[in-house]
């Protein structure tokens, strides 16, 4: 009979305790959403990739008001301490929103950064930022270089203030958010500004929408290459992103400065892994790499064709490819058709 008893409880417990995981609030996915009229680029020839929504959170919805008001904050140096910093004085229009030349950025007051500012060509769809990938979505990113000493580095209440005080920001939070300024929708607005940055008018995007010509013949060479076991790019630079979005070791050196990943997990074996950063207009965003330390599409391509510096970390897809010179230039080639000469001049992704 008691053990009956016993049985029985175990059995009710059980239940409830399945029916409790069952209803526990789950983290919400990330929605995608039909995109506002400004993510559609007035030059594109809507090639297949252009026709993937963006993926857009949940709790912050794209309005065409708050990707305008994102739009103003983004060229705004008011947001920076000293009142110099802008998010584009790091991430120029005309670079693919990279910081064009510079191996690594100068942030408020003369301040000089240690990494290079990667381009924001299409980081809607990036599952990681940063370049070890320490960061989940837009809207928490932003507040990196807003508070970041070397950067704009504000404090929160003096950036609310400071917004607060100017009176068409103040008017436009209102519409907007419904509150007055503060770090959290001055973050949301700008992260909805981002998810329009879509560039899909290379070359490339041409030839795959069905235009013959739209790449050369070397590029097309060098786009087998590519995607080819023997050049063994695609693994990594994967998808239409040409990202896998995984931190990565490359061999670049046998010892890395930059610890890159190894800086958030304290594991030896994260030692050098970087995120796999997209190669779309790539040749407008040199110097290359996490330091900017190779200047031209060409050293980069010798790096791979070369196999790297001995290291115990690198991949394993990383080794001497035995490209011949002609090879090379192929893929150089290639990676320049990526270039989408009308995204740095698009009108809704200059200031305003
Ligand atoms: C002083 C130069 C500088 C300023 C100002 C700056 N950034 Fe950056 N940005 C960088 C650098 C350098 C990195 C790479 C840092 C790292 O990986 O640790 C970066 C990384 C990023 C990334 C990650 C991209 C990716 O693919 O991983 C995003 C997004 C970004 N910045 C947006 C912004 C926004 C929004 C602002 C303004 C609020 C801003 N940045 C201001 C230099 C700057
Ligand atoms: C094992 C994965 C992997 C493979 C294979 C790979 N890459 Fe990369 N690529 C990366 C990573 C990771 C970086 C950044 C490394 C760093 O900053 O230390 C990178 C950086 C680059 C850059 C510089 C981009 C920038 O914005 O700084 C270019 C160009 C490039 N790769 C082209 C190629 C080509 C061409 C091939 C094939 C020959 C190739 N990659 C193969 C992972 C890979």
């Known amino acids: 009979m008691q053990g009956w008893r016993v049985g029985w409880m175990g059995l009710l417990l059980l239940g409830v305790g399945l029916l409790a995981v069952y209803l526990w609030p789950r983290p919400k996915p990330l929605t995608t959403q039909p995109s506002p009229p400004t993510v559609v680029h007035p030059a594109s020839p809507l090639a297949p990739f252009a026709q993937r929504a963006v993926p857009v959170p949940e709790d912050n919805p794209q309005t065409p008001a708050k990707v ?9 140096p008011r947001l920076s301490k000293d009142g110099k ?3 584009a004085s790091c991430h120029k229009p005309e670079f693919a929103f990279s910081d064009g030349g510079k191996p690594v950025s100068t942030g408020i007051f003369g301040r000089q950064g240690s990494r290079n500012a990667p381009s924001l060509t299409n980081v809607a769809f990036r599952r990681h930022l940063f370049w070890e990938g320490r960061s989940p979505r837009l809207e928490l990113q932003a507040v990196g270089p807003l508070t ?15 917004l607060g005080a100017i009176p068409e920001y103040a008017k436009a939070f209102q519409e907007v958010f419904g509150e007055p300024p503060t770090l959290k929708t001055t973050t949301y607005a700008i992260a909805a500004f981002e998810r329009t940055l879509l560039s899909y008018n290379s070359p490339f995007d041409r030839y795959q929408a069905g235009d013959d010509k739209a790449m050369s013949e070397a590029a097309l060479r060098g786009m087998e290459l590519f995607f080819s076991e023997k050049g063994d790019c695609f693994h990594c630079h994967v998808g239409p992103e040409f990202t896998d979005d995984e931190p990565r070791n490359t061999a670049l050196y046998t010892v ?13 074996e994260d030692v050098g892994k970087f995120k796999t950063p997209t190669l779309r207009n790539v040749a407008l965003t040199a110097p290359y790499m996490h330091d900017g330390s190779i200047q031209t599409l060409r050293e980069a391509v010798q790096h791979y064709n070369q196999g790297g510096q001995p290291n115990l ?17 192929d893929l150089v080639a290639f990676l320049r058709s990526l270039t989408d000469e009308s995204f740095g001049t698009n009108p809704a992704f200059l200031p305003p």
């Open 68 to 76: 305008e008001l994102g739009r103003r904050l983004f060229f705004d």
């Open 85 to 87: 910093v802008a998010c």
């Open 148 to 162: 970041a000493h070397d950067e704009m580095g504000m404090e929160p209440e003096e950036l609310a203030q400071r």
């Open 256 to 268: 890395y400065k930059d610890i890159g990943l190894a800086r958030a997990t304290g594991r030896d």
């Open 313 to 329: 970390n690198a991949d394993a897809l990383i080794r001497p490819l035995g490209l011949t010179e002609a090879e090379v230039d």
